[in-house]
């Protein structure tokens, strides 16, 4: 996918038709890849639903199969195309990324995981605030709310008062992202990759706390075995890496001394500074108040399952699609030096490329 091939943004100086009532000029990529079909029907629902607000562009990794079915239900209702097979990388999320908004027809796009469900009100608010800066990080929040949407839910209040959470969706400038060369496909935390390619490249980004965007909750199997993955995230993070390995040796040192009332204080602390978070920007009408009482449970469980990723990562890194990956996120310094080395206003750095020179 060279700059050859990146369908051109309409002319500033050429006639455009007027979008239809209520219709965005905005696009929705959607980098899926599914291992069942489970909740096909419901996805199909918000897909027709959403097609008739933006254009919508699947970006589908799913085994031939599942994608076959896809096909089936999403002819003529969103453009439905595999990652482009020129694209190397080892993240399935970050290719279907750059190859949707490669393909995306406006400036405005909105990247999001299966999982997300926009309305029209988050849509408008997202494109009237790409008018002023290159990306926005909304705030997701579970409905319905299952014990272990719940108990997700303690950090992201948490979250919400130390910088902000890590949603599934972003929203972008298409061409901020063309300009700046997209972003590294092979890291693990791909949207704090994306959001510190942005600021390297000299980009703007808003996080604004009162942007609600709804999310489903997953199968508790599957978040079940992302609880140490997620630990591993903060690798890129190493200020709340070190917060959350300093938890289990402070609560043991606590019961050596014989001094349980420090723990009871702790998470007395802990449930104040959700309720912090779950009030800021209006919180309250989308996170019940029972949810801060889920965010000392969420603390201590950070805590074992950092030193598991810690281990995992002198084991060489996360499992990932039947190889692994060690680099969660690349700092930004180390992202402005790469930007340096590298000619802008292409995607070709992530390209496989063949003898010759060109795509394979």
């Not at 999001?112 to 608010?125: G, T």
């Not at 008018?131 to 014990?147: K, S, T």
């Not at 063309?178 to 808003?206: C, H, I, K, Q, W």
């Amino acid at each position: 996918m060279t700059r050859a091939t990146v369908p051109p943004l309409p002319h500033p100086g050429r006639s455009v038709a007027a979008p239809a009532p209520d219709r965005l000029p905005m696009a929705y990529v959607l980098p899926l890849r599914a291992a069942d079909d489970h909740g096909l029907d419901e996805l199909t629902g918000y897909l027709r639903e959403l097609r008739r607000r933006v254009d919508v562009v699947v970006v589908d990794g799913s085994p031939p199969e599942l994608f076959a079915r896809h096909a089936d239900a999403w002819r003529g209702l969103v453009r439905h195309v595999p990652p482009d097979p020129a694209l190397r990388g080892r993240n399935g999320k970050a290719l279907g990324v750059l190859t949707g908004v490669a393909l995306a027809r406006h400036e405005h796009v909105v990247i999001a995981d299966d999982d997300v469900r926009y309305d029209l009100p988050a849509l408008r608010a997202v494109h009237d605030l790409l008018d002023r800066v290159d990306l926005v990080r909304p705030q997701n929040h579970f409905a319905p709310l299952p014990w272990h949407a719940w108990w997700d839910t303690g950090r992201t209040l948490l979250a919400r008062v130390f910088g902000g959470d890590w949603p599934g969706t972003l929203a972008l400038r298409r061409s901020t992202f063309l300009a700046m060369g997209g972003y590294d496909p092979d890291v693990l935390f791909e949207n704090l990759e994306l959001v510190r390619t942005v600021r390297a490249y000299g980009g703007s980004t808003a996080t604004p706390a009162w942007l609600y965007v709804r999310r489903l909750p997953p199968t508790a199997g599957h978040f079940l075995g992302q609880r140490v993955r997620q630990a591993y995230d903060e690798t890129a993070r190493p200020a709340w890496l070190l917060a959350a390995l300093a938890v289990l040796p402070a609560a043991a040192v606590a019961l050596a001394a014989r001094r349980p009332g420090l723990l009871v204080r702790a998470g007395l602390v802990t449930v104040a500074v959700a309720e912090l978070g779950r009030r800021r920007a209006g919180g309250a009408r989308v996170f019940p108040a029972h949810t801060t009482l889920a965010a000392p449970a969420w603390v201590l469980e950070r805590g074992v399952c950092a030193w598991l990723a810690v281990g995992r990562r002198l084991r060489g890194g996360v499992p990932y699609a039947g190889s692994r990956l060690r680099t969660a996120a690349h700092s930004t310094r180390a992202l402005r030096r790469l930007a340096t080395r590298h000619r802008p206003d292409e995607l070709t750095r992530w390209v496989e490329t063949c003898e010759g020179g060109g795509p394979c």
